[in-house]
Structure formats: C-alpha cells, structure tokens
C-alpha cells in the first residue's frame, strides 16, 4: 500500500511540473477565425448552399444509426 501511495505521489508531482502543452499556431489560427471580434455575424446562405447542406442532412438521415445493445 506504502508502494501504491509513493507511485501515485510521484505519478502526481511529475503531471504537475511537466511544461504546460503550447497551442500550435495552426489551431491559433483556426479558433481566431470564429473569435467575435472577427467574425462579421450571420450571413444568408445561398440557394446552392442551402441544396448542399439540406442533400447532406437527408444523407445523414438515411444512414441507419447504430442502437446500443440492450442490457438484461
């Protein structure tokens, strides 16, 4: 027990000193794309979207989902 103690303390000071993860400027980028200050609002889509976003919504409707099994 004395063991599983010393591991888990151990386990614990090292999560706590290692370096906190830098975002990459890849995913900087992509978040400063929706930050309010630079998105302009909403905007209508277009006719050709609309078709586009409404063909994928009846695809992902037909797609039969999966039910979980049941439990006894």
């Known amino acids: 027990m004395k063991y599983l103690a ?3 303390a151990f386990a614990g000071a090292a999560a706590v000193a290692a370096p906190g993860l ?3 400027a890849d ?5 400063q ?3 309010p200050t630079r998105s ?4 209508e889509l277009s ?3 609309r078709a586009e976003l409404r063909r994928q919504l ?4 037909q797609v039969p ?3 979980p099994p049941r439990r006894r």
């Open 47 to 49: 006719p050709g979207e």
């Open 22 to 24: 830098q975002p990459s």
């Open 6 to 8: 010393a591991a888990l």
């Open 33 to 35: 794309q929706y930050h």
């Open 27 to 31: 995913l900087r980028r992509t978040l």
């Open 40 to 43: 302009p609002g909403p905007r």
């Open 65 to 67: 989902q999966r039910q």
């Open 58 to 61: 009846n695809e992902y409707k």
